[in-house]
């Protein structure tokens, strides 16, 4: 199924047209995310050094970080499931952990378990109730969500027979109840099979499509290459970059060569464009500066040389994602 | 519907699933039958006058109520001391809480669900026991709703401290030491009744003392006197003083500035244990 049916706001329970989304209707204009110098510290252990960024609404912004960076600790001040020990956190227009706004988040927790005597179809059902959701749209709701997740043929099974990667799938389900304004995923693919993995970032795209905001916390980079808009690396508690990804890729890394009908160091005059060094009929240049190819390639020309091929390099994220942690 | 009915109503559904609810009824029945046969067996001693029946069904009764009194109290420590804790360690709880429903909601749904399981018990227990003693024996307590109510009343009492403990402690600690908790008081409660028995005020402070501290040994007094017939505790203590040092025995129904306190120390154990879950980091 679409996602698109979600789209239709579920209305709740004796809160008229207007819903319980008094804090998402207040800051209809506000970024869904927005925290200030956020801190968190634990007994002597800082997990959150002040971490200030901005998550505009309708975006797939991915939360990078390498393991104990803080991003479970920011999702958890996020929630209000922890205070913060300094800073501000606004979630949705709205103080982070606002009651009323939780009606308009779905959360999909990193590390989480569903009573394992209920059947999926009955933890579907019961958020739909914690939720407040009108009873008689319960069904069509557990139902969707069901279809969405791939769990419908075994909807009446008890989750304490569901593999770890079909619990995944639940507790996606369970998060997309509701047709949130924001979708909090943490390690959402952490347990699941490609085929798990690829239904994740169809949802995840549903979700863009129908307007939500998607708040992606992982550790997987080729995950948030294919479906961030723009990503915040943090470290040690601190947001180190923000930006898309072209922004923090910084357009070509380097550039492969190959240049006929110039002496075998033809590149000493051109030392200007960057570093260039030899690798068997090839050479490398590094550190070309953005859009600076085609001068590169005019010049070598100008010099009498033949260019036979020109293979420009990107770096991965996980080059720039290394880089960033390495830097002091 | 609230979502404290929500959660209550889960709870409930946990332990008829977990099979809680039938255990309760095999122990029950088991136990039952074992006091039919019993009483059938008092009642139609050769060697034992009508007079001694007539006391000695009573006492028994009493005995017989004060193991179910254990079983509600164990009970309500068993089902209660992970129902936090493990919650939040399992992470059941992270996908409850960013619900827009309040912790208080939560913790009293719980503590409401589990109550509702001890009263039902406690009075499915009370109406057997007492039917089985009146149609072996003809004897009928004096006020055999109010010692189910009492009784549901210590579960109630344990309950509550166990769920406060379970805001903070893993389940086996809080089991443990709620289990703990409740064995003191009633130690305390034998030990105030040996310092009535031998006119040892320090030890008659101790019993006291502790019906204040934690009021199950207190409200399981109520529940004595509820089942004694009047006659009965009339003739022992014309008898003699020392009837008061029976740990299986009361000498009056408990008074209502008791009642009242048991009252105030329930809302502030529970004021604790929400005020303890809403401050809790999850």
């Known amino acids: 199924m679409s996602l698109a049916r979600w789209a239709e706001p579920a209305v709740p329970e004796g809160a008229g047209s207007v819903g319980g989304a008094q804090g998402a209707d207040a800051g209809r204009e506000s970024p ?10 634990y007994r002597g252990t800082t997990a959150l050094a002040g971490l200030s960024m901005t998550v505009r609404r309708g975006e797939v912004f991915g939360f990078l970080g ?30 982070a952990g606002d009651r009323e706004t939780r ?28 939720l407040g959701l009108a009873r008689e749209t319960h069904p069509a709701a557990v139902g969707e969500a069901l279809e969405t997740v791939g769990l419908a043929p075994r909807a009446g099974d008890k989750v304490g027979t569901f593999s770890k990667g079909m619990q995944q799938r639940l507790g996606l389900g369970v998060a997309l109840l509701g047709a949130p304004a924001l979708v909090i ?22 979700l863009r499509r129908r307007g939500a905001t998607v708040f992606l916390n992982t550790h997987l980079l080729e995950e948030a290459q294919q479906i961030c808009d723009r990503v915040t690396v943090i470290d040690r508690g601190r947001a180190v970059a923000t930006g898309t990804l072209a922004e923090l890729l910084g357009g070509v890394a380097s550039v492969r060569l190959r240049v006929s009908g110039l002496a075998r160091t033809w590149w000493a005059g051109l030392t200007g464009f960057g570093t260039f060094s030899a690798a068997g009929e090839w050479v490398v240049a590094e550190g070309i500066a953005p859009g600076a190819v085609p001068d590169l390639v005019a010049a070598i020309v100008a010099r009498g040389g033949r260019v036979e091929a020109v293979v420009p390099e990107h770096r991965t994220l996980e080059e720039r994602f290394l880089e960033l942690l390495a830097a002091p | 519907m609230s979502p404290t009915l929500v959660i209550a109503r889960l709870t409930v559904r946990e332990a008829v699933r977990r099979r809680l609810v039938a255990a309760f009824g095999v122990i029950t ?84 669900g589990l109550a ?158 929400l005020y303890s879950f809403e401050r809790r980091e999850l």
């Not at chain 1, 999702?75 to 499931?81: C, H, P, Q």
């Not at chain 1, 995923?185 to 549903?206: C, I, N, Y």
């Not at chain 2, 074992?34 to 006391?55: I, K, Q």
């Not at chain 2, 600690?173 to 009535?196: E, I, K, P, Q, Y």
């Open chain 2, 29 to 112: 029945v088991l136990l039952a039958a074992l006091s039919a046969w019993g009483f059938d067996r008092l009642s139609h001693a050769r060697n034992v006058t009508s007079g001694e029946v007539h006391v000695a069904i009573p006492q028994s009764l009493i005995v017989f109520m004060f193991m179910f009194s254990f079983v509600v109290a164990l009970s309500a420590s068993a089902m209660a001391s992970p129902s936090v804790s493990t919650e939040i360690e399992s992470g059941i709880l992270l996908a409850v809480l960013t619900r827009p429903v309040r912790r208080s909601e939560v913790l009293l749904g719980k503590w409401l």
């Open chain 1, 66 to 95: 390498p393991n104990g960076a803080g991003k479970t600790t920011a999702v958890k001040l996020l929630l209000g499931l922890v205070r913060p020990s300094g800073g501000e956190a606004m979630v949705l227009g709205a103080p």
């Open chain 1, 32 to 41: 869904a995310i927005h925290t200030t110098d956020l801190r968190k510290h």
């Open chain 1, 185 to 206: 995923l943490d390690e959402p693919t952490s347990a699941l099979d490609p085929v798990g993995r690829h239904d994740v970032r169809r949802v995840v795209l549903d």
């Open chain 2, 116 to 273: 509702g399981v001890l009263l039902a018990y406690s009075v499915v227990v009370s109406a057997l026991e007492v039917g089985i003693v009146d149609l072996v024996s003809g004897f009928v307590p004096p006020d055999p709703v109010g010692a189910a109510l009492y009784l549901f009343g210590e579960g109630a009492i344990l309950l509550s401290v166990t769920v406060l403990l379970s805001t903070r402690l893993s389940a086996i600690a809080t089991g443990v030491v709620a289990v703990a908790l409740f064995g003191a008081a009633w130690l305390a409660g034998v030990v105030g009744s040996l310092g009535t028995l031998f006119k040892i005020g320090t030890l008659r402070s101790v019993g006291e003392v502790a019906r204040f501290l934690l009021p199950t040994d207190g409200l399981w007094h109520g529940a004595i006197y509820a089942l004694e017939p009047r006659s009965f505790v009339a003739q022992r203590l014309s008898q003699s003083s020392a009837a008061a040092g029976n740990p299986f025995f009361a000498t009056a129904p408990l008074a209502w500035p008791y009642l009242v306190f048991v009252g105030a120390w329930f809302v502030l154990v529970m004021a604790a244990a």
């Open chain 1, 103 to 130: 009606r308009q988040i779905g959360y999909l927790p990193e590390l989480f378990r569903f009573p394992g005597w209920l059947s999926a179809r009955e933890v579907l059902f019961l958020h739909c109730r914690l």
